[in-house]
C-alpha cells in the first residue's frame, strides 16, 4: 500500500471521493442514510486516509455524513474541501469564487465538519484556465486562510498549466484535482508537472466519463479483455493504471456501496502485466503537449522527479457535462 505527501501529511494513495453519497444529481439528501454512513465508516476501517468533499455536494449533506459518520476524527485522515461553486434552491451550480465568497466558503466547511482546519481545500475553477488579475485576487484569499491556520495546503481544482506555474511561483500548492482517466489524457501536461513539483495530482472522474453505455473506459473492450485475462475487474484496471502512471497519483474514486469501495481499493494489489500495460496505453491519444518521453514511455510510467519542458499555452481543462458533475459545469458561471 503505497503512500504520498499530500500537505503536511502523508495519505494512501487510494482514498475516496464523497460526492456521490449525496442524493440524485449531487442534490438533496441519500436514499439510504445509514448506507451512505456504512460506506464512510468502512473506507475509514478500510485503511482510507483521504476523503474528498465540498460544502456544496448535497449542498450541506455531504460533509454532514462525513461527521456523523467519522467525528471524532483520525488523527491520520486527511478530509480536503473545495469552495468556488454553491448550489441554489433549484440544484443549479452557480459561482462563489469571489475572494469573500472563497474564506465564507471555507468557513463552511470547517462549521459543518467540525474542525478548526483542514488539510486541504481546493480552489475549484470553472476552467476558463486564466491567469488574470481575479485569479491573483482568489489565490490570495487561499493563502490567507492558509496563513490564519484553517486550511493546511491550497489545492487547485480545474486549472491550466498556465494557471498551475503561475500559482506556484507564488506559493505552494499541495494538490492539484482535475479530470483525468484512461481514455482522456488532456491533463496529461499537469500531472507531469506536479511530478516534477511534488505535488499530488488527484483525478476526478477516474473510472470515466460519461456514465452508462457510453462510458469511454469501462465498456472498453480493451479494458474488458485486459480485466478478463488479469482475473479482475474493468474498475480495477481503470483504477489500477492510473496509480501506475506515476507515484503522486492519488485516487479518489466515488460509490455508495461498500461493495464498490472494497473493490476499487483493491485495484491498489493489481498487477497490471506488460501486454496489459501496452494495450491499454492505445485506449486513448496522449495530448500532443504532453511530457512524450516520459509520459509516453509506458509501461515504466513517468520516473519521480522528471517534469520535462512543457509546450506553452495548456488551457481550460476537460469538463464533464452533467448536474451529476455539478463541480465542472461551467455554463452556469456568471461572469
Ligand atoms: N474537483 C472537481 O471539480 C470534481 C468534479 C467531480 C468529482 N470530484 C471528486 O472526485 C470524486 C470521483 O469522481 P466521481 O465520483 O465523479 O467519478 P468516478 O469516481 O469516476 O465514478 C463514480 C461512479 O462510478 C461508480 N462506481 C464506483 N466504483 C464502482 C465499482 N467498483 N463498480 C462499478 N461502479 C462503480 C459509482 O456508482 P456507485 O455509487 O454505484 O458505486 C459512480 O456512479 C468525486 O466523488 C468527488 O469527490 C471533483
Redesign the pocket.
Known sequence: MSAFRLGRMQVRRSGY????LAGPFVFGPPADRAAAIAVLRAAAAAGVNHI??AQYYGPDVVNDLIRDALYPYPAELAIVS?VGVRRDDTGAVLPFDDPDQLRAGIEGNLRSLRVGRLAAV?L?LPGDGRVDARFDDQLAAMVAARDEGLIAGVGL??ISLEQLRHAVAGTDIVCV?NLFHLADRRAAPLLAECLSRGIAFVP?????WP?GQQNPVLNSPVVAQAAARLGV?P?QVALKWLLQLAPNVLL??????VS?LR??LAAEDVTLDEEALRQLDAVAPWPDDAPSSEMRSLPHGIPPGQGSPLSPGERARSEPRSPK?C??SSATRAR
Do not use: C, W, Y
Open positions: 471521493g464523497a460526492m456521490q474528498d468533499t473545495k481546493n475549484r481544482s480545474n484535482q476526478f472522474g477516474p473510472l470515466g456514465r475487474t474498475v479518489i474514486p466515488g460509490t455508495g456501496s464498490h473493490e476499487n458533475h463541480e465542472v
